[in-house]
């Protein structure tokens, strides 16, 4: 039961823990966002973890293969992928690991930020065909390998970082 802002726990009558209502925590992370005078530190903690989380779903090593938000292996090469890329000698050519072939997507992989808001990306026009899977305009079938996404762990570790973020900055310029 709760009796003027305290709870009654067990007979301990008003000596009980007090009850904070929604509307003074929503007034307490109000005060506290607002005496955040720079929040792009934390912004930019967000963004390279955004970063970090997209990169490790890529294959690491030779003979890894890239993860989906499902879980499940990313497909193998296709022969002709395998045979374009070793020239058809395996022990000449490039990186036999998917999307990983130039390095070029790879190391596209940004972020910015935006007033407040952070955005994770790359300019790769080839991305989104690699990211969903299609056809492309010569009529290959491109499988997807889905690699732009967040864990839903990575984005509660971000929103603790964001609090705790703002708390400290809070406290450090208060």
Known sequence: ????????????GRAGVQVIGMSAVTRFIQRLVGSVRNIHPVLMII??????????????????????????????????TIAMRTEGDPSK??????????GSLY????????????FAGT??????????????????TVPAREFMWISDAKVQEMIDRLVFGLIGSAFAYG
């Open 47 to 80: 963004g390279n973890m955004m970063r970090a989380e997209i990169l490790s779903h890529f294959p690491q090593k030779v003979g890894e293969k890239g993860k989906s938000s499902d879980g499940q292996d990313w497909p193998d090469l296709s022969e002709m």
């Open 123 to 140: 300019n790769k026009k080839y991305a989104a065909m690699q990211n969903f899977g299609g056809t492309t305009e010569d009529g290959f």
């Open 93 to 102: 050519g490039r990186d036999p690991m998917a999307l990983r072939d130039t």
């Open 1 to 12: 039961m709760t009796m003027g802002g305290l709870q009654n726990i067990a007979g301990f």
């Open 107 to 118: 190391t596209s992989i940004t972020f910015k930020i935006e007033g407040e808001n952070v």
